[in-house]
């Protein structure tokens, strides 16, 4: 029963023995194998990520037919320009992001860290926006739980804004729920992205991902540009409710 | 869309070739979303009734299209990650519509 | 042990020696466990928490059966109790069921059985473990700090404005243990995809893979929407938003739906792991291929994507459209046929089948008769009339435990039994192990099936007391359920036992086709020495018959 094997193989002497880039990891026959698993295996999350805010998508979706008016109200009190500058701040960074993909493809290590940066400080420029009109909101009195308060959608100061009913002006509270349960989750997940760009930055530094090996860069495109789409979805659901009022 | 010069005849299912996408459609993606995205808020203050919502759905279906077939990749990828890529969007759409299934008929007959 | 109604094949005892090296002494010492990446080592340490969660559920379930035993509130104070039976379901659910085959025996086996060194992500396998271990500490302190009493099922407003027990902690638990369940559920599919060996076609992977596959396609999209929900009752309880709560005009239902969206499937994530064990234990000991392995395969396919379209028969009497209800009652009958496919198929495995009766056959068997019950009783409670008298009354308990506890905890120690020689390289004791699992069925049906009486009396379920007319048979339900302790403890104490003293295995004791008996027992942590090359359909008996032991070139 005792097994003839070589049982000291182990990974890098295995590796060593097939003359295998380093990078490639044992249990991987070639590279071209682990690089689509490892895309793949980052599809698979990003479909998680896609079910995950797809929960707050449909409360979203029934809310807003119940309480149109309510919809409409909260969605007015968002600084549409604020909105549109951020959507082109983080399309601006997807770009950024794409490029850098591209700068890894083409193992230009200097370009690579330039858009990386960039694409982090893009990332911050939306946080930083972001923060403004969350700031905004408190001040307001429009932060559901903390303190709000439906006075000024039952006696509107603008005299363009149409005057809700008290029962109505209670389910604004829906609205701004779920607009900071979205803006936040999406906000978290640019925290986490910008997290692992600096950690990527530091790392393409040491030319890590330029000497071939960039499946890691490619795949934090994919999240990136992801949480990019949960903004383009976001951005016309939140600020764009009748606006033409 | 352009289609860049990349279309493969034959797909396996499960590997292709690795395509490098250039900053020339990446370029080209880059501006028709920042164009988009200016269309969408100005057609927001423009009154259309039900049409409004239907149209601002309708941008941003094409903006995270483009995204995930030429920031992502997909219109160069094997065949899994696009059904992946589908069913992902497939188990979206059982969500809404399974739910939505009660809420829509829950006053059926009741008034 | 080798009387001639068995497939039991030992080396001869007086020279059978363990490899020497083997994935269990390669490395030594506590670092090498916990930094392993090796997935059979995360197997074993998944197998070491789930077994340690399992005991603590059911100490949960002695104390229910115990307080059931009278009809007043003798034993524990009425929220006590409601805290008793919310942690005995989040702990079973959760930490015992969810993780029990898939990470444990699907961890060891799947790479293995494909012909793979290892999972596809070694890193993000063990990081799983710790998420898991993570989300435990969470539930065990939530516990420990005063307890949780709204259900496993967290039903608002209750859980997010009534109560002042530990929700938050519990649900954060949840939450980090359903990301594990993601990332195993994840690093199975891309290993089944691309880690197969040469020769390896989806239609000769056992169904062992295929069952897995199903269940990981339920736990990565199904588990990210419990995820938000539990997120949003977190923040409900803590900053005060109102997305379910009724008094800022959120709908309680839209909870009703998201959870059951996932906790339906999740069913799913625990029976298909069981059925896929049950696949490769009858055709070992039948000795013959699966009746109908593409109908099978299929049919675990078709239980996952049918899974994700019934949920609202959890939710008939909750005040849903009539109309909608009708629609999911119709869609639940369907899942019932890809379910009976397979009950079906294993039977006509059985048919003419050489068969023996060893411990794993006789938990598969009693999987097939307690499974099939709560199956059928499913049915039951997708039909709205029924459902409207029975649910929420103990024939739902019941009809639960006998798919989960009848069904699937028959399957994992079906399974157990059956890998242990491959796990450890050593033999349990057969007679007290038969023992073992004819005490652990008839303990079975003495707790639970009481309960279907007692449901369709009409004795609700989470109370800590009832009328003594129901008495009698809440007693039977209760011996039973010492029976079934013992039925469960015996393991505890063979399995450790057999570590030293059981026989040597071989590499294949029961004689069975799968790539994983072709290798050393236990295996090296390269699983093979050869990338094995597969040129034969999965359960081909007579390919194994044509190999003779030292034969075996490929697979080491």
Redesign the interface.
Same mark, same amino acid.
């Given at each position: 029963m005792d097994s003839p094997a070589i049982a000291t193989v182990n990974g890098e002497m295995q590796a060593e023995a097939h003359a295998h880039p380093a990078y490639l990891r044992h249990h991987f026959e070639t590279v071209e194998q682990q690089r689509e698993a490892a895309s793949f295996g980052m599809w698979l999350f990003l479909l998680t990520e896609v079910m995950f805010f797809g929960g707050m998508f449909m409360a979203y979706l029934i809310y807003r037919n119940w309480y149109h008016a309510a919809f409409v109200a909260g969605s007015n009190t968002l600084n549409i320009w604020l909105g549109t500058i951020n959507t082109a701040v983080l399309i601006c960074s997807s770009f950024t992001m794409a490029m850098a993909v591209y700068s890894a493809e083409k193992r230009r290590r200097k370009s690579l860290v330039t858009y990386l940066i960039l694409t982090i400080v893009l990332g911050l420029a939306f946080l930083g926006i972001k923060a403004v009109e969350y700031a905004e909101k408190f001040e307001l009195h429009q932060v559901p739980g903390a303190s709000f308060s439906i006075e000024q959608f039952v006696h509107p100061t603008d005299p363009k804004a149409v005057a809700l009913a008290p029962d109505m002006a209670e389910k604004t509270q829906v609205y701004f729920s779920l607009y900071f349960a979205m803006t936040g989750m999406h906000a978290l997940h640019m925290i986490i992205g910008i997290s692992i760009l600096l950690i990527l930055v530091v790392r393409a530094l040491g030319g890590a991902y330029t000497e071939g090996h960039m499946s890691t860069i490619e795949n934090f495109g994919l999240y990136w540009h992801f949480v990019d789409i949960v903004w383009i979805f976001l951005f016309p659901l939140l600020y764009l409710i009748s606006r033409y009022r | 869309m352009s289609h860049p010069e990349s279309q493969h005849g034959s797909m396996d299912l499960?590997?292709q070739e690795?395509h /490098?996408?250039? *900053?020339k459609v990446?370029?080209l993606? %880059?501006f028709t +979303?920042?164009v988009c995205?200016?269309l969408?808020?100005w057609v !927001? %203050?423009?009154?259309l009734g039900v049409l409004? *919502?239907v149209i601002?759905?309708a941008? !941003?279906c094409f903006? !995270?299209g483009l /995204?995930?077939l030429f %920031?992502?990749h997909i219109h160069y =990828?094997?065949k899994? +990650?696009k059904l992946?890529?589908a =069913?992902?969007?497939f188990? %979206?759409l /059982? +969500?809404?519509t399974?739910? +939505? =299934?009660?809420?829509?008929?829950?006053?059926?007959?009741l008034w | 042990m080798s009387s001639a109604n068995t497939i039991v094949q030992l080396p001869d005892q007086s020279t059978a020696q363990l490899p020497r090296k083997h994935y269990l002494n390669q490395e030594l010492g506590l670092k090498s466990w916990l930094l392993t990446g090796d997935h059979k080592r995360i197997a074993m340490l998944y197998l070491f928490s789930i077994t340690f969660f399992f005991f603590i559920g059911g100490a949960f379930a002695s104390l229910i059966r115990l307080q059931l035993l009278t009809p007043g509130s003798d034993l524990l104070a009425p929220d006590t109790y409601n805290k008793v039976f919310s942690m005995h379901g989040i702990v079973m659910i959760f930490l015992f069921l969810v993780p029990s085959v898939p990470a444990t025996l699907g961890n060891f086996l799947i790479p293995i059985m494909i012909g793979a060194k290892d999972l596809a992500f070694p890193k993000i396998n063990l990081l799983s473990w710790y998420l898991f271990v993570a989300g435990g500490l969470f539930i065990l302190a939530a516990m420990i700090l005063g307890g949780v009493d709204t259900g496993w099922t967290f039903t608002t407003p209750l859980s997010t404005h009534y109560l002042n027990t530990h929700v938050v902690t519990a649900a954060l638990g949840i939450f980090i243990a359903g990301f594990a369940s993601i990332l195993t559920g994840l690093n199975f599919i891309v290993t089944i995809h691309r880690m197969r060996a040469p020769g390896m076609t989806w239609f000769r992977l056992p169904l062992f893979v295929w069952g897995h596959y199903a269940a990981s396609i339920l736990m990565v999209l199904g588990t990210p929407v419990l995820a938000i929900t539990l997120v949003l009752v977190a923040l409900e309880r803590t900053i005060g938003i109102g997305v379910f709560d009724p008094t800022k005009g959120g709908d309680p239902l839209l909870f009703q739906h998201l959870f059951w969206f996932y906790s339906h499937p999740a069913v799913y994530i625990m029976i298909l792991p069981g059925m896929a064990v049950i696949s490769e234990v009858i055709s070992t000991f039948s000795r013959k291929r699966i009746f109908g392995y593409t109908a099978v395969a299929f049919s675990s396919v078709a239980i996952a994507i049918f899974g994700f379209f019934v949920w609202e028969h959890h939710m008939f009497i909750m005040g849903v459209s009539n109309y909608s209800a009708l629609v999911f009652s119709l869609l639940t009958m369907l899942v019932a046929v890809p379910s009976a496919i397979k009950i079906f198929n294993w039977s006509a495995t059985l048919y003419k089948g050489s068969i023996t009766f060893e411990t794993p056959m006789l938990y598969a068997f009693g999987f097939l008769g307690l499974f099939t019950i709560g199956g059928l009783t499913g049915v039951f409670l997708g039909s709205m009339g029924m459902d409207v008298h029975l649910t929420e009354t103990y024939f739902i308990v019941a009809h639960f435990h006998f798919v989960m506890v009848g069904g699937m905890l028959m399957a994992y120690l079906a399974g157990m039994h059956f890998w242990w020689p491959k796990i450890t390289g050593r033999m349990y004791p057969e007679a007290i192990s038969k023992l073992a699992a004819v005490v652990t069925f008839i303990g079975f049906i003495f707790t639970f099936f009481p309960q279907f009486i007692l449901g369709y009396l009409g004795m609700p379920r989470r109370y800590a007391s009832y009328p003594p007319e129901f008495q009698v048979l809440n007693v039977l339900s209760t011996a039973g359920a010492s029976i079934l302790a013992v039925g469960y403890l015996l393991p505890m104490l063979y399995m450790p036992w057999s570590l030293k003293y059981g026989k040597i295995a071989g590499n294949n004791p029961w004689q069975a086709t799968g790539l994983e008996w072709q290798i050393t027992s236990p295996p090296l942590t390269e699983n093979f020495v050869e990338t094995p090359i597969v040129d034969h359909e999965a359960y081909d008996y007579e390919w194994l018959a044509n190999q003779t032991e030292h034969e075996v070139k490929t697979v080491g």
């Open positions: - | 499960e590997h690795h /490098v996408v250039g *900053p990446y370029l993606i %880059f +979303l920042l995205t200016g969408t808020t !927001a %203050f423009i009154d409004n *919502p601002a759905l941008i !941003a903006k !995270a /995204v995930v %920031f992502m =990828s094997s899994l +990650l992946t890529v =069913s992902g969007l188990m %979206f /059982v +969500l809404i399974m739910t +939505l =299934s009660d809420y829509i008929s829950r006053a059926w007959g | -």
